[in-house]
């Protein structure tokens, strides 16, 4: 199982960024897959979930800014991020479990190794 991010960089605050996680090595559509964040020396937290069906969370802060998406002939998973803010700033990557959508980082079984976003004027 492989996740590979793509689509950070430089942004001003108010602009726009779209993340691609592309994967590979399993019957992607039947994992709960994820965006996580994590900002100099804070711990890495969830930013948006999209389970096996469908279903989405956001964690409070992106509600209404960011959107998780899946292309499954593509096999990739997205997250559109509008709005963006300077707390936005983080390593954002993206993750997959076959078991679970878990609120905590430390179950999640597979990770990509990060894709940095800065939100800066």
């Known amino acids: 199982v492989q996740l590979q991010e793509s689509g950070g960089g430089l942004v001003q605050p108010g602009g726009s960024l779209r993340l691609s996680c592309a994967v590979s090595g399993y019957a992607y559509s039947r994992y709960c897959m994820g965006w996580f964040r994590q900002a100099p020396g804070k711990e890495r937290k969830r930013v948006a979930i999209i389970g096996s069906d469908g279903s989405t969370w956001y964690e409070d802060s992106v509600e209404g800014r960011f959107s998780i998406s899946q292309d499954n002939a593509k096999n990739t998973l997205y997250l559109q991020m509008n709005s963006l803010k300077s707390e936005d700033t983080a390593m954002y990557y993206c993750?997959?479990?076959?078991?679970?959508?878990?609120?905590?980082?430390?179950?999640?079984?597979?990770w990509g190794q990060g894709t940095q976003v800065t939100v800066s004027s």
């Open positions: 993750a997959a479990d076959p078991y679970g959508c878990y609120s905590s980082s430390a179950f999640w079984r597979y």
